[in-house]
C-alpha cells in the first residue's frame, strides 16, 4: 500500500540553528498538508501545497513540494524553543480522499 | 466556539469491555476521521466518513467499529476484538474529502488495566 515516510525520525537543535524534515511517498500525490504537534497535543494545520515545484513560506518556515509531486520538505530559518514538536505531512492515498499522515519528525530545540 | 470537542479526555477500560469515545463538531463539517497514535508514532487512519450514515473503513478498523448518525457527532466504539488498544485517539473533520484542511480534537487517551 501507499506509504509516506518522513526522515529524520529524531532531529535535536541548538537554538538559532536550521531544520529540515522530509516527507517522501511511495506514490504521486494530488496535494501535500504539513501539521504540527506540540508534546501531548494535538496536530495543528500549518499549509497545504498543490502545485508540482510549489514554495510557500510562513515567517520562518519555508515548505516546498516536489517536481514530482511525491516529496516535500519543511525547512525551519533560526529555529526557537516554541518550535519544538513532531511535525507530520499527509497526503491522500491515490484513487481516493483518505488522507495517510507520514511518520512524523521530532524536533527537540536546546535552549 | 466553533470547534470540535472529544471526550473524556482519559478513559480506563478492563480488557474484555467495549468503549465508546465521543466526537461532536460544530463547524459544519461533512467529513469527519478517526485516528489513532502510538507513542511516538504517527497517525493511522481507522474510519473515516464523508457524510451522514456513510463511513469507510481506514488502515487498522479491525476491532473498532464508528457511527455516523447526525453530521456533528463520529462517534468510536473500541470493542473487546481490538488486541492492543491502549493509544491516544483522535478525531478530525474537515470541510469534505477534497484535500480540505483538517482540524483536530484535543484527543482520548485509553487506557486497558
Known amino acids: 500500500g501507499q506509504q509516506v515516510m518522513q526522515i529524520p525520525q529524531y532531529q535535536h537543535v541548538q537554538e538559532g540553528e536550521d531544520f529540515t524534515t522530509y516527507c517522501n511517498s511511495s506514490?504521486?500525490?494530488?496535494?501535500i498538508q504539513w501539521y504540527k504537534q506540540r508534546p501531548g497535543g494535538h496536530p495543528v494545520f500549518l499549509i497545504q501545497l498543490v502545485k508540482s515545484g510549489e514554495v510557500k513560506k510562513q515567517k520562518r518556515l519555508t515548505f516546498q513540494f516536489g517536481e514530482a509531486k511525491k516529496n516535500s520538505s519543511l525547512h525551519i530559518t533560526a529555529t526557537q524553543t516554541t518550535d519544538v514538536g513532531t511535525y507530520f505531512c499527509?497526503?491522500?492515498?491515490?484513487?481516493?480522499?483518505?488522507?495517510?499522515f507520514g511518520t512524523g519528525t521530532r524536533l527537540k530545540v536546546l535552549a | 466556539d466553533g470547534g470540535i470537542t472529544q471526550s473524556p479526555k482519559y478513559l480506563f477500560r478492563k480488557e474484555g469491555q467495549n468503549v465508546t469515545l465521543s466526537c461532536e463538531q460544530n463547524?459544519?463539517?461533512?467529513?469527519m476521521y478517526w485516528y489513532r497514535q502510538d507513542p511516538g508514532q504517527g497517525l493511522r487512519l481507522i474510519y473515516y466518513s464523508q457524510i451522514v450514515n456513510d463511513f469507510q473503513k481506514g488502515d487498522i478498523a479491525e476491532g473498532y467499529s464508528v457511527s455516523r448518525e447526525k453530521k456533528e457527532s463520529f462517534p468510536l466504539t473500541v470493542t473487546s476484538a481490538q488486541k492492543n488498544p491502549t493509544a491516544f485517539y483522535l478525531c478530525a473533520s474537515s470541510i469534505d474529502l477534497m484535500g480540505a484542511e483538517a482540524f483536530f480534537g484535543q484527543g482520548t487517551r485509553l487506557t486497558v488495566v
Open positions: 463547524l459544519n463539517h461533512d467529513a
Open positions: 506514490t504521486t500525490l494530488s496535494n
Open positions: 499527509a497526503g491522500p492515498t491515490s484513487g481516493t480522499y483518505k488522507y495517510i
